[in-house]
Antibody, heavy 115, light 107 residues
Framework: EVQLLESGGGLVQPGGSLRLSCAAS????????MTWVRQSPGKGLEWVSS????????HYADSVKGRFTISRDNSRSTLYLQMNTLRAEDTAVYYC????????WGQGTLVTVSS | DIQMTQSPSSLSASVGDRVTITCRAS??????LAWFQQKPGKAPKSLIY???TLQSGVPSKFSGSGSGTDFTLTISSLQPEDFATYYC?????????FGGGTKVEIK
């Protein structure tokens, strides 16, 4: 059974940092492009970042470029999102997903940026 | 960036109704279009990929069509469990982009 389990969310002050993790199981993680998608409270879905199967080709939304870094550890089947210089508008539930058909999503982890 | 325009943004319908949601891309995305259903507090659920291919386990009352710039999601006979918000998404080019969503409510 494919499972994606996010962790690392929480309350952080503006300007602070957080690192999200997404632990994958039930499939050959190293073979798939992986993605982060977020959803601000009461708003729609927003793509944040994707990373190739090998990890050498990341893509970012303009809203997070230069502040967020996506990475992966294929030996641990884990996807990461390092979030720096956080802003109030980064407050959202962050989901990881397997990008091939977006069939598999995690349950999400809430990031709240507030003083 | 490719803009995805969904319409309507909301609709009221009755159980048994046929419902159609449209999604228009600002440029040709071939068939790189997915549809998702989301219920409050839950992760999105994939319904359709490649514009018209039903995801495994999704009931056949859902169907998708279109290519290029114009796409539709149809629910043939709305059931209580179908009341949710629906999103389209293009994955032809980065940045990936979602439509604004269509909230389907009970009339």
């Amino acid at each position: 059974e494919v499972q994606l389990l996010e962790s690392g969310g929480g309350l952080v002050q503006p300007g602070g940092s957080l690192r999200l993790s997404c632990a994958a199981s039930g499939f050959a993680f190293t073979n798939y492009v992986m993605t982060w998608v977020r959803q601000s409270p009461g708003k729609g879905l927003e793509w944040v970042s994707s990373i190739s199967d090998s990890g050498d080709s990341p893509h970012y939304a303009d809203s997070v470029k230069g502040r967020f870094t996506i990475s992966r550890d294929n030996s641990r089947s884990t996807l990461y999102l390092q979030m720096n210089t956080l802003r109030a508008e980064d407050t959202a539930v962050y989901y990881c997903a397997r990008q091939d058909r977006f069939e598999f999503w995690g349950q999400g982890t809430l990031v709240t940026v507030s003083s | 960036d490719i803009q995805m325009t969904q319409s309507p943004s909301s609709l009221s319908a009755s159980v048994g109704d046929r419902v159609t949601i449209t999604c228009r891309a600002s440029q040709d995305i071939r068939n790189y279009l997915a549809w998702f259903q989301q219920k409050p507090g839950k992760a999105p659920k994939s319904l359709i990929y490649d514009a018209s291919t039903l995801q495994s386990g999704v009931p056949s009352k859902f169907s998708g069509s279109g290519s290029g710039t114009d796409f539709t999601l149809t629910i043939s006979s709305l059931q209580p469990e179908d009341f949710a918000t629906y999103y389209c998404q293009q994955h032809h080019h980065y940045p990936l982009t979602f439509g604004g969503g269509t909230k389907v409510e009970i009339k």
